[in-house]
């Protein structure tokens, strides 16, 4: 059943193209809403279940014989499963609308399927070679997706993103082979068990420097971020959804976190190394948001600098702060996809993306204003909404580790977060209404119903914090916080 | 050790060459072939799989996708490059080599040598038991490209 979350966006995706010479756009739109909405019902109802006696490991036989085909789904892995596909069906919805005018529907449904398959696979997999294959079938995938548009920004985009994506995918591939001639092994368990007994710490350090990089650069972390501010903006709003809200956080720091944690083992030099990225992209991201102009420019910057909190908890090393960075993680997923489909929003009713050319809008778009509003909250950190909680949980870790001036610096990156989206409210839908947007509508019905939920589920799992952490979160904190262990116990890897 | 030094060269020249050629198509075909290099010594190096993979994946596959591109795009004007950009590789080029020598010389002496692999059994077998997940994979890679591909040579339509 594990091998559906695969299978199903590839076979979809393989007849899609066939599907869109019947019909340009009602089956497209059916079946790809169908595919991630199977998948999101399958994630939560019979998710849990699966993982209550521990990891759960599938394999495969063809005749009789046994085929090398194992995927595993833990707590961790679960968590990033629902957060792929609650958020993918919200674009894929908000989609219906939105990518009416780009044409091609089909194609583009099928390219955000296999998206979906290389990022599925990449959370399931037990090989370090199988996350190298994975992370770029996403990526593939999503380098077409930037430039889908083919205007001039967008194709410059894309090839900006492939280009920087390109070289990280090379260390990520030249660590797994160091780490393959040194252990033998490309298995979580073997590589783990070989690292145990080898004696090649500096060697194993460059492979440590390589991952950071290759997988600093995915994940667009202070100082590897320069291709994300140019490649989210330039994507249609339901790919820079998708980029912001999920792919960073796939091939970035849920393959940062397995290979360090789970693989490697989180030493407490490699924890520092962490935690200073972390905190130098909270920082600095928060600090270049506020001087942009650009509504989408600006929720990229936000992109990196929310990523720097995750990576600071997780970073941290310790249970609560292992904890605090995977509930950002979800917590940030929801909020920036839905901020990024109202960015959309008010680009298709405008036409603009610069702030300072808008105003009053919330006059002619009441619901994107709302959830807007809800977006914004919750990422700067507002009670009662989600991102409150996950920020107050990575700061009181912080402190309980008596690292108290990356707490203080968290708090205050969470002041600067609150500046910048309290501008983007006061210049696009506060004020004056320009006159130039008095024939201005309130989005279509499908995109509002994307955001609705979204902006919904940021609120719900606010108010419900505990409950979604004992169901979702803990499960996935504690794959985590068991380190090599796990890997090593013989647990599902 | 000839006919190894031969393949070792044939793989850098023909890569260098598929980056500096303007050509696209021949640049593609260079490219091909400095695969299908890297393939024999693949074979020479007792590594069959790998080799069989880079033969029919990379020359093979991955070329047959590069030419159906390049087919699909139309000559649009000249674009001019600056004299930095063709002085650029050639210089990065020469460096690259000079450390990837001093690199790879004193990393060698660090790496503890792997015990040999016992026979896995054919290439069929090999690829089926053993790593059967990287298909699903590959499978997956090669719908990206060719949607990449009709994604971004589509005709656009009037209400576009």
Known sequence: ?493 | MILQITLLCGVVIFSAAAVLLRDLLRSAICLAVASLFLGIIFFRMKAPYIGAFEISVVAGMITVLFVVTIALTKTEGDVRESRAASWAFPVFFIVFLIIDVMVTKSLLGRVPALESVPDRGTFGETLWKMRTFDLVGQIGLILASVFAVLALFRKRSKDE
């Not at chain 1, 999101?40 to 006696?53: K, M, T």
């Not at chain 1, 390109?166 to 783990?192: E, H, K, R, W, Y």
């Open chain 1, 1 to 493: 059943m594990i091998f559906l979350f695969v299978a199903l966006p590839l076979v979809v995706a393989g007849i899609l193209p066939l599907i869109g010479k019947i019909s340009k756009k009602v089956l497209p739109d059916i079946l790809t809403n169908g595919v991630f909405a199977a998948l999101l019902a399958l994630a939560l109802l019979q998710g849990r279940s699966l993982i209550s006696r521990g990891p759960v490991v599938e394999t495969f036989s063809w005749l009789g014989e046994p085929l090398s085909l194992r995927l595993m789904l833990d707590g961790f892995s679960l968590l990033m499963l629902i957060t792929v596909t609650l958020v993918g069906f919200c674009i894929s919805l908000y989609s219906i609308n939105y990518m009416d005018h780009y044409g091609a529907k089909a194609n583009f449904y099928a390219l955000f399927l296999v998206m979906l398959a290389g990022m599925n696979g990449l959370v399931l997999v037990t090989d370090l070679f199988q996350i190298y294959l994975f992370l770029e079938v996403a990526a593939v995938a999503s380098y077409a997706l930037v430039a889908y548009g083919l205007g001039h920004d967008e194709l410059e985009a894309a090839f900006k993103y492939l280009m920087l994506s390109a070289v990280a995918s090379v260390f990520i591939i030249l660590s797994i082979i160091i780490l393959f001639g040194l252990t033998g092994n490309l298995d979580f368990a073997g590589v783990a068990q070989g690292l145990k007994t080898l004696d090649a710490k500096y060697l194993v350090g460059i492979c440590a420097a390589f991952f950071i990089f290759g997988f600093g650069l995915k994940a667009a972390l202070v100082p590897f971020h320069a291709w994300l501010p140019d490649a989210h903006p330039s994507a249609p709003a339901p790919i820079s959804a998708a980029l912001s809200g999920l792919l960073i956080k796939v091939s970035g720091v849920y393959a940062l976190a397995r290979v360090f944690l789970n693989v490697f083992g989180l030493t407490p030099a490699l924890s520092t190394v962490l935690m200073y990225l972390g905190v130098i992209s909270m920082v600095a991201a928060a600090l270049l948001a506020l001087g942009q102009r650009d509504f989408k420019r600006m929720l990229a910057y936000s992109s990196i600098s929310q990523i720097g909190y995750i990576i600071l908890g997780i970073g941290l090393g310790t249970p609560l702060g292992i904890l605090g960075g995977l509930f950002h993680l979800l917590n940030h997923a929801l909020a920036k996809s839905l901020l990024f489909l109202n960015s959309g929003s008010v680009q298709m009713a405008t036409g603009t993306r610069n702030l300072d050319e808008m105003g009053g809008l919330g006059k002619r778009m009441p619901v994107t204003a709302a959830t807007t509003i809800v977006g914004s909250l919750s990422i700067a950190g507002v009670p009662p909404l989600n991102g409150f909680w996950s920020k107050l949980i990575i700061i009181v870790a912080l402190i309980e580790a008596k690292h108290w001036a990356f707490a203080l610096i968290a708090i205050l990156a969470s002041v600067l977060t609150l500046w910048y989206y309290l501008l983007i409210q006061r210049r696009a839908f506060f004020g004056k209404l320009n006159e130039r947007w008095q024939a201005v509508r309130e989005a279509p019905f499908w995109m509002t119903t994307a955001t609705v939920i979204l902006a919904l589920t940021c609120i719900g799992v606010g108010v419900f914090f505990a409950a979604t952490i004992k169901t979702w979160i803990q499960p996935a904190a504690d794959a985590l916080s068991q380190g090599v262990r796990v890997t090593l116990g013989g647990l599902g890897f």
